[in-house]
């Protein structure tokens, strides 16, 4: 893209309203601007993040066997009737009114559709296990959103739900979740711990959060010092094998790591005191294991393999994917601004032209940007060399092709890259060789 003609609007100034960084800076690096509290617009640049994030889950939820489907924002209120949570639910909920006055709301979650949709389309135990997720908007009438797009009213989330024959089929799928969870955040360049949590409105007995350590984060938490240097999304684990997954599980949950909902003092006392770590954290991702709350509370039964009717297992498994964009700034930012993991930033390179109507900075500008396409976001503003450079470092592409007359007679770039600050002269087809590697 080419900066000039983008709508990219980056701010020198600290908008007052944000009391955090990666709020600020969002704001700064014109990702998102906000409508309304705790609703917001995604700007290109914001959009191709977010668009980045989601599509890291979807390829990990297909390796771990789960199909993407859609459903509605707006869902019935019947729907919520049929589990009892209708008004249960409480304020948090956006209750809305069609025109023939019946009941609608925003949807804070799907377990109800999903197990609905279930019941009209599965009869036999022979169609189970099933894992099905989607990304799509949610809405939460939180009290208090705030934190920009951590606690969003209106959010992007992926939640996925499984349904098994029986409680040992459950285990699995849910083994398999924490499995594909952490290898996704791995990818996204961060380190999410999974904790044990509270199951809190949604129910169940089993459960774990996904934390990014944090000093702003809302949660406080409690871990063993491992799980800042273990490896935590290992592909040497194969989903299609049971004690794989058994043994992937036992790992992550033989070291202490716990929300102070669920801190347990006796547990955490046989923690060598080195080793522990108290701290805060941002979820990121939860999954829960119900059982079949759900399932037989709105009568979704399959006949299982002696003719019995059998009530599904269920599982429900969320990320947050427009929390993680403000989430993996809080990990990954320094003085100057976003400092973006490869595998999510907007663009791979931002091309510095340094003498813009220059012929040969130009010519050379040109070249470099034809051969890097949507992956590259080429300065060609006519502005300041000092205001390209920190607006650069404000948007935090991994590499800065900076292109100078001087260099460019002799066909030469500096190439600086963001992360680790080092820079150096190339010519072109080194440069180009790193930012594409
Ligand atoms: P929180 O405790 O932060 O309010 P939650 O436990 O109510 O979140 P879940 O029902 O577990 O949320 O939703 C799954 C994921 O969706 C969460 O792990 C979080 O990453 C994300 N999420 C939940 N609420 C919000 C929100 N208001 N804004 C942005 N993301 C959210
Ligand atoms: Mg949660």
New binding site residues.
């Given amino acids: 893209m080419r900066l000039s003609r983008s709508l990219i609007p980056t701010l020198k100034e600290t908008p007052a309203e944000a009391q955090i960084v990666s709020h600020r800076l969002m704001l700064r690096a014109g990702l998102i601007r906000q409508q309304s509290a705790g609703i917001y617009a995604w700007l290109p640049a914001g959009l191709r993040v977010l668009h980045n994030i989601a599509n890291i889950v979807r390829e990990e939820q297909a390796r771990a066997g789960a199909q993407e489907i859609l459903m509605p924002t707006i869902q019935s209120a019947e729907l919520w009737r049929e589990s009892g949570r209708y008004d249960a639910y409480g304020p948090e909920m956006l209750r809305i009114r069609d025109r023939h006055d019946r009941e609608m709301l925003y949807g804070p ?1 799907n377990e109800e559709m999903l197990t609905a949709i279930m019941r009209d389309s599965v009869q036999s135990y022979r169609d189970l296990p099933q894992m099905l997720y989607q990304i799509q908007w949610k809405f ?1 009438d ?1 009290v208090r959103p705030r934190f920009g ?5 209106e ?1 992007f ?1 992926k939640d996925g739900y499984s349904f098994d024959l029986d409680y040992e089929g459950a285990v699995e799928s849910y083994r398999r979740m924490m499995l594909a969870y952490m290898r996704t955040f791995k990818r996204m360049g961060v380190r999410a711990v999974p904790m044990r949590a509270d199951t ?1 409105p ?1 129910g169940g007995n089993l459960s774990h ?1 996904f934390h990014i350590l944090a000093p702003t984060g ?1 949660s406080g938490v409690f871990y063993d010092a491992s799980f800042e240097t273990i490896e935590l999304g290992d592909d040497a684990y194969d989903y299609e094998n049971r004690a794989d997954l058994d043994a992937f599980f036992d790992r992550m949950t033989s070291l202490y790591a716990a929300t102070d909902e669920k801190h347990d003092e006796a547990a955490w006392a046989k923690v060598p005191e080195d080793q522990r770590r108290e701290g805060r954290g941002i ?4 999954i829960f294991y119900f059982g079949t709350k759900y399932s037989q509370a709105m009568n979704f039964a399959v006949v299982g393999p002696d003719g019995a009717r059998v009530h599904p297992e269920m599982g429900s498994y ?3 994917v ?2 993680l964009t403000g989430a993996i700034i809080e990990a990954s930012h320094d003085e100057a601004g976003i400092i973006w993991p490869d595998a999510i930033a907007p663009f791979r390179a931002s091309i510095l032209n340094l003498r813009q109507g220059d012929q040969v900075t130009d010519a050379l500008c040109e070249q470099i940007y034809d051969a890097l396409g949507r992956d590259a976001l080429y300065d060609d503003r006519d502005a300041r060399a000092g205001e390209k450079f920190a607006d650069a470092d404000l948007m935090g592409h991994p590499w800065q092709i900076i292109v100078g007359p001087r260099g460019a007679a002799k066909s030469q770039v500096e190439l600086k890259h963001r992360r680790t600050g080092e820079r150096a002269e190339l010519d072109i087809e080194a440069a180009l060789a790193k930012v594409r590697l």
Wanted: proline share 0%; no cysteine; glycine share 22%.
């Fill in positions: 979650t939460r939180e797009v951590l606690r969003g009213r959010f989330m809190g949604i959060e809302e979820e990121v991702g939860q969320g990320i947050g427009s929390r």
